[in-house]
């Protein structure tokens, strides 16, 4: 018994705790308002799975070519999560601050498609357009029909019609953006590609790693008992 809980305790200790896994990628496939744009798209997303049930998802808007690319109104963010029954938290927003942007608020929650990139079964819709801009929105998704077994399961792209997991409203402004200056224009963006993170590390890699170290361990108890 000693040797056996020797064991369970060394492979505890070199696993040490699990890592969440996390996928990034960019914003940068625009509806027709925005294909003027589209070499200068730079916003991301990030898919941040804590465990088998829950993730974060992050939307951010990046400065780019002088421009900045804000999210406003209906379908500010909009995600086909891959799950038959799910929940959402209240949203969390940024904003840039002293330029007369007024407060953020949700006016509504639900589902439904977004200006020709399909149907999503979260759609965030924002109050009042641009005066109401943020630079970036989280949101936490709780899977309550089933669990996510990598980053990459989280969104899917069955039932959206256009192969489409995550789409967002932005509105393009010179940088740096005021509120008074309004934008040039409006549009919705979606994602082309996804990038995954190098695990930090690989709970599989360092699970088979373990595995061959509580073999090591054991066969030197074995030669040695005490």
Same mark, same amino acid.
């Given at each position: 018994?000693?040797?056996?809980?020797?064991?369970?305790?060394?492979?505890?200790?070199?696993?040490?705790?699990?890592?969440?896994?996390?996928?990034?990628?960019?914003?940068?496939?625009?509806?027709?308002?925005?294909?003027?744009?589209?070499?200068?798209?730079?916003?991301?997303?990030?898919?941040?799975?804590?465990?088998?049930?829950?993730?974060?998802?992050?939307?951010?808007?990046?400065?780019?070519?002088?421009?900045?690319?804000?999210?406003?109104?209906?379908?500010?963010?909009?995600?086909? *999560?891959? /799950? =038959?029954? $799910?929940?959402?938290? #209240? &949203?969390?927003?940024?904003? @840039?601050?002293?330029? %007369?942007?007024?407060?953020?608020?949700?006016?509504?929650?639900?589902?439904?498609?977004?200006?020709?990139?399909?149907?999503?079964?979260?759609?965030?819709?924002?109050?009042?357009?641009?005066?109401?801009?943020?630079?970036?929105?989280?949101?936490?998704?709780?899977?309550?029909?089933?669990?996510?077994?990598?980053?990459?399961?989280?969104?899917?792209?069955?039932?959206?019609?256009?192969?489409?997991?995550?789409?967002?409203?932005?509105?393009?402004?010179?940088?740096?953006?005021?509120?008074?200056?309004?934008?040039?224009?409006?549009?919705? *963006?979606? /994602? =082309?590609? $996804?990038?995954?993170? #190098? &695990?930090?590390?690989?709970? @599989?890699?360092?699970? %088979?790693?373990?595995?061959?170290?509580?073999?090591?361990?054991?066969?030197?108890?074995?030669?040695?008992?005490?």
């Amino acid at each position: 018994m000693k040797k056996l809980l020797a064991a369970a305790a060394a492979l505890a200790l070199f696993m040490g705790p699990a890592k969440a896994d996390v996928i990034t990628g960019t914003l940068n496939l625009p509806d027709l308002a925005l294909v003027g744009f589209q070499s200068a798209l730079d916003d991301t997303f990030t898919i941040n799975r804590t465990d088998n049930t829950h993730a974060t998802i992050t939307i951010n808007a990046v400065s780019n070519a002088g421009l900045d690319f804000l999210f406003l109104g209906a379908g500010g963010l909009a995600l086909n *999560v891959n /799950a =038959t029954g $799910f929940s959402a938290s #209240v &949203p969390i927003f940024t904003q @840039l601050s002293g330029v %007369g942007f007024q407060a953020p608020s949700v006016q509504s929650v639900g589902s439904g498609q977004v200006n020709g990139f399909g149907q999503f079964d979260y759609v965030l819709n924002l109050f009042n357009g641009y005066d109401h801009a943020v630079s970036s929105i989280s949101v936490q998704l709780t899977d309550l029909s089933g669990t996510w077994a990598t980053a990459a399961d989280v969104l899917t792209t069955v039932g959206n019609g256009d192969g489409l997991e995550i789409a967002a409203h932005i509105g393009v402004c010179v940088a740096p953006c005021t509120q008074a200056e309004g934008a040039v224009v409006t549009g919705f *963006v979606s /994602a =082309t590609l $996804f990038q995954t993170e #190098v &695990p930090e590390p690989s709970t @599989l890699a360092l699970f %088979g790693v373990g595995l061959l170290f509580l073999g090591m361990f054991l066969r030197g108890i074995n030669r040695y008992p005490v």
